[in-house]
């Protein structure tokens, strides 16, 4: 008999232990946790940015090479390649452009501006000929909202 009154007190533990549990988890889900910023802020700059490298490199060159963006890139028209990305940038956004040659420092060309809000940096690999240029472009919205 004393068998049986074990069995009894353990199953009252569980429920207990159950219990217990159930209102924890009751009270943490009543907590308000804030929901996470929404990322389709960042997302709209990133794409704005990767849209105007892409129709940089869309472009046909004038004179030579592949596209224009190579091409100003391998005449060493670095302010003009910067312009021509800041202009192509979605309306409503601007960027700053920086520029770096093989391992070389990065620096600012074409327009620079100060970001009113977050800004998101979107970096591209173009090779011309023997030449590794990295494009990067900190891209914001122009007032610092989306």
């Known amino acids: 008999m004393k068998h049986d009154e074990e069995a009894q007190v353990h ?12 209102m924890s988890a009751t009270f943490l ?3 308000h946790v804030p929901d996470a ?20 490199l869309g472009l046909e060159a004038e004179v030579q090479g592949e596209n224009r963006l190579e091409e100003v890139l391998n005449n060493g028209e670095l302010d003009a390649a910067c312009t021509m990305l800041q202009d192509s940038i979605a309306v409503g956004k601007e960027a700053n452009c920086w520029l770096a040659q093989n391992s070389g420092v990065a620096t600012p060309y074409g327009r620079t501006g100060t970001p009113a809000g977050g800004t998101v940096t979107v970096h591209h690999l173009v090779v011309v000929n023997a ?10 919205a122009r007032g610092g909202a989306a």
């Open 37 to 56: 910023p929404s990322v389709a802020h960042d997302a709209s700059l990133e794409i704005a940015g990767d849209d105007a490298v892409r129709y940089a």
């Open 131 to 140: 030449d590794a240029w990295t494009v990067t472009l900190d891209v914001w």
């Open 29 to 31: 889900i009543r907590v």
């Open 11 to 22: 199953i009252l533990e569980m429920l207990t232990l159950f219990w217990l549990f159930f």
